[in-house]
């Protein structure tokens, strides 16, 4: 049974429930929740770091990740799917806004108009002829 136990973990690995084992490294300093080692498996002198309880960590993922989250939400907030609460410092009330978003609704209809109105007059000619074509070759 010990022998099936050291192929399973020599094959599969240690199991994500276990304590990870604490490497016997000289260079440890006692009170320091991060350890490093040098890897041997990188010639660029990758140094993996490791928490408290033995974990790999990696700082510069977390500081690359916090980066990408502050992007991410800049452009959300460019874009008013979210309201961020530096983007509310521009001093208006939220009466002012709504007047805003009204008064811009309201050109919009007006152009709205105009641009139906100016496409029927600027077709009518050609539906009118249109028809008058079908009518004179049905006869």
Same mark, same amino acid.
């Not at 099936?4 to 973990?9: E, K």
């Not at 009330?93 to 805003?100: A, F, N, P, T």
């Not at 000619?125 to 006869?139: A, E, Y």
């Given at each position: 049974?010990?022998r ?6 020599l094959?599969?690995?240690r199991?994500p429930?276990?304590t ?6 000289p ?7 991060t350890q ?5 498996r990188?010639?660029?002198g990758y140094?993996?770091?490791y928490?408290?309880?033995?974990h790999? !960590? ?9 980066e #990408?989250r502050? $992007?991410?939400? =800049?452009i959300l +907030?460019t874009?008013?799917?979210?309201v961020?609460e ?6 208006l009330?939220?009466?002012?806004? !709504? ?5 811009e609704?309201?050109?919009? #209809?007006?152009? $709205?108009?105009? =641009?139906?109105v +100016? ?5 009518w ?15």
């Open positions: 049974m010990g099936q136990a050291y192929l399973n973990r094959a599969l690995g199991s429930y276990e990870p084992e604490r490497p016997a490294d260079t440890a300093v006692p009170g320091n929740p490093q080692r040098v890897s041997p990188y010639a660029d140094v993996q770091h928490d408290e309880r033995g790999p !960590i990696n700082p510069e993922s977390k500081s690359f990740g916090r #990408l502050r $992007a991410k939400n =800049d +907030s874009m008013g799917i979210v961020s530096e983007g509310n410092a521009s001093g009330s939220e009466q002012q806004k !709504i007047d805003m978003i009204a008064t609704n309201d050109y919009g #209809l007006v152009m $709205a108009t105009l =641009d139906q +100016s496409v029927f007059l600027g077709s000619w050609t539906s009118s002829l249109t028809g008058r074509i079908q009518v004179s070759l049905t006869w």
